[in-house]
């Protein structure tokens, strides 16, 4: 008998082997480089208005483009599609920079925007899709990839924003916007070619025949399910915790006559994010997703509570750095969770559609909190984001929903489905 597969850190590597993981950090840090180098680079020159307008203008196109990738990924294969997002977001993006040093008037730079967020090669959502091929029904071993791949996320959202301050006050305030172009340039396209990029759905194999064509076509296969709907309404309700936290952290640091320290307040959850990651990589335990899913998003809820007694800078820290040990565990466990409800011919379209209800939760809370904050006081965007994170746990125990073809009774989503319908 052949030994048993490694698991954890082990049997990550062994899965995808170590350019996999080099290559879908890299090719994903432009995701965290962006944002904060578009508010950089445009607030330098024309204010916080304007970049205000044109950050949120790209968040709207990678909402709007990221399941529209996802889906031409899983028909036509991660590499082809990979390939050519990545060159059309590296030359946009060069675009956008070019446009804001011209000077050019803002609709022009909220089009370039627009362009630049729909051409995001939506790497994390695809990595994560590809760990779920590779692993071949190996639910431990899926576990502890998603686990290792949403830590590597976390780690992204560490690193990009502190890379973008240094950049812009070291180098220049494009210099970000500029290094993401290359980054996505090289790695997104090193991570398109891996030998592990999936082939899609209607590419024929080197060396196979094209199938004989059936005498009757079959419809495509339905994406959309009570389960993942559950997903991302949950995934909406995380967004909405995220940018409501972060828009009290800066509101209050803006009162307390420093803010460049909210960048550093908000570091403080990504690296217990990533600490509470790498610990469930390492010992994931056996519980299944559904039931870590109600418990993270609960402690999630639970530790956001302290947020409203917070009235300086250092306790910010510590209570965004309390939150952080939930959320990658509950990341872990939604992503995993989408890998059940989801066909496995849509996979990627699956993962990008949750990735896209976080960027959807961020925006509209962003839109909810920032007035609130502006004429409350810090406390009212935190008490967007408490009631965010006991929404999302509210649904989480009381939906009661249906895996696609599992067995009627109410369930949460995570039992074994039964074989794909079609529609």
């Known amino acids: 008998m052949s030994a048993p597969a490694p698991g954890g850190f082990r049997g990550v590597l062994a899965l995808g082997g170590t350019a996999l993981l080099v290559h879908a950090f890299l090719a994903r840090l432009p995701a965290a480089l962006c944002p904060i180098g578009t508010l950089l680079l445009i607030n330098e020159r024309d204010g916080i208005g304007d970049a205000g307008a044109v950050a949120a203008a790209l968040w709207l196109g990678q909402a709007v483009g990221g399941p529209v990738i996802g889906r031409l990924a899983d028909r036509r294969g991660h590499r082809p599609v990979l390939l050519a997002a990545c060159a059309a977001n590296a030359a946009v993006l060069a675009a956008l920079v070019a446009a804001v040093l011209a000077g050019l008037p ?34 431990a071993l899926l576990d502890a ?12 959202f560490m690193i990009g924003p502190a890379l973008a301050g240094i950049l812009a006050v070291t180098v220049h305030p494009a210099s970000a916007l500029l290094l993401a172009a290359a980054l996505i340039l090289l790695f997104g396209s090193l991570f398109a070619l891996h030998p592990t990029a999936p082939p899609g759905a209607t ?15 079959q419809a495509p296969v339905r994406l959309w399910s009570p389960a993942l709907a559950l997903l991302f309404a949950m995934a909406v309700l995380q967004g909405a915790a995220w940018s409501s936290a972060n828009t009290g952290v800066n509101a209050l640091a803006e009162t307390r006559g420093a803010p460049g320290a909210a960048g550093l307040v908000w570091a403080a959850m990504a690296v217990t994010s990533s600490a509470a990651g790498f610990v469930t990589v390492a010992r994931p335990g056996s519980a299944d997703p559904a039931v870590r899913l109600r418990l993270t998003i609960t402690a999630q809820a639970l530790l956001t509570l302290p ?11 510590f209570a965004v750095a309390g939150i952080g040990l939930a959320v990658a565990p509950h990341l872990i466990a939604l992503f995993a969770l989408v890998e059940r409800a989801a066909p496995a011919e849509r996979l990627g379209e699956a993962m990008t559609v949750l990735g896209s209800g976080l960027i959807v939760g961020q925006g509209l809370a962003a839109a909810a909190s920032g007035p609130l904050a502006q004429a409350y006081g810090h406390r009212a965007a935190f008490a967007v984001a408490c009631a965010a994170a006991a929404a999302s746990a509210l649904l989480a125990w009381a939906a009661a929903v249906r895996v696609r073809g599992q067995d009627p009774r109410p369930a949460m989503p995570g039992a074994a489905p039964r074989p794909k319908e079609r529609t």
Do not use: M
């Not at 729909?118 to 029904?137: D, E, I, N, S």
């Not at 196979?208 to 005498?215: F, G, H, K, N, Y």
């Not at 947020?307 to 910010?316: E, I, T």
């Open 145 to 156: 990839a998603l686990s290792f791949d949403t830590t590597l996320d976390e780690a992204s």
């Open 307 to 317: 947020l409203l007694a917070v009235s300086g800078l250092v306790g910010a820290a």
């Open 203 to 217: 590419t024929t194999p080197p060396g196979a025949t094209d199938p004989a064509p059936s005498s009757g076509a």
């Open 106 to 139: 803002l609709p022009a730079r909220l089009t370039l925007a627009v362009a630049a967020g729909l051409t995001v090669p939506q790497v994390g959502p695809l990595a994560r899709a590809r760990w779920a091929r590779l692993a071949a029904g190996d639910k």
